[in-house]
């Protein structure tokens, strides 16, 4: 089954600990990227990566890393998660950027920062 | 910036009813606006509207597009409570290959 698989599902953290929320998917995708969804606010890009290797910020990447070293996982990493990161992430991938009616997105993860 | 706005914010039906949800866009270089149905997870795919006055239809869901007024509307007839979730529209600008979201509406159907 394609698949776009985030972990975990929920987190609850305190500020300035470092945390990763792993993505992965299974369609061979090249295009892969990261949204963070706030109410009122919408979804909005954090990152997102080309192909392997190959990544840029998107309109909010301040507090975020992130990495492409294979094409099917692209981790998020919060070196230290503050409040204001509380927030549903979603992780999402195309065939190609551009693609934007094959965009799959995860089943999301819910943070939680203390 | 581009930008979309989506109305109503929240919406609240009996099943049966039908509803018409709206999402009005200011963006360079349009391409698509896409809507999506996003339960309590994903966001999942449901239209591309690239034309203007061409009906995307799904069983009792349809949408279309108007390109001199700049917005879409998504009908959804005899509502079911399936059909209770948010209701996201995004617009691709192929200028800056970016894909923008409005806020979405909430859609309740009542049993």
């Known amino acids: 089954e394609a698949q776009v698989t985030q972990n975990p599902r929920y987190l609850i953290t305190v500020t300035g600990k470092k945390l990763t929320v792993t993505c992965s998917q299974n369609?061979?995708?090249?295009?892969m990227s990261w949204y963070r969804q706030d109410p009122g606010l919408g979804l909005r890009q954090i990152y997102y990566?080309?192909?392997?290797?190959?990544?840029d910020k998107g309109d909010v990447p301040e507090g975020y890393k992130v990495s492409r070293k294979e094409k099917r996982n692209f981790p998020l990493i919060l070196e230290s998660p503050s409040p204001n990161q509380t927030s549903l992430y979603f992780c999402?991938?195309?065939?190609?950027?551009?693609?934007?009616?094959?965009?799959?997105f995860g089943s999301g993860t819910q943070l939680s920062v203390l | 910036e581009d930008k979309v706005v989506q109305s109503p914010l929240s919406l609240v039906v009996h099943e049966g009813d039908t509803v018409t949800l709206n999402c009005s866009y200011e963006?360079?270089?349009?391409?698509?606006l896409l809507w999506y149905k996003q339960e309590k997870k994903a966001p999942t795919f449901l239209f591309m509207l690239?034309?203007?006055?061409i009906e995307k239809k799904s069983g009792r869901l349809s949408s279309i597009l108007d390109k001199k007024e700049l917005f879409s509307i998504l009908n959804i007839t005899a509502t079911q409570t399936g059909d209770s979730a948010i209701y996201l529209c995004?617009?691709?600008?192929?200028?800056?290959?970016?894909?923008?979201f409005g806020t979405g509406t909430r859609l309740t159907i009542i049993p």
């Open positions: 999402a991938s195309s065939p190609q950027r551009g693609f934007e009616e094959k965009l799959f």
């Open positions: 369609m061979n995708h090249e295009y």
């Open positions: 990566s080309m192909n392997v290797e190959v990544t």
């Open positions: 963006v360079t270089n349009f391409r698509s």
């Open positions: 690239t034309s203007s006055g």
């Open positions: 995004a617009v691709y600008n192929f200028g800056n290959e970016k894909l923008t």
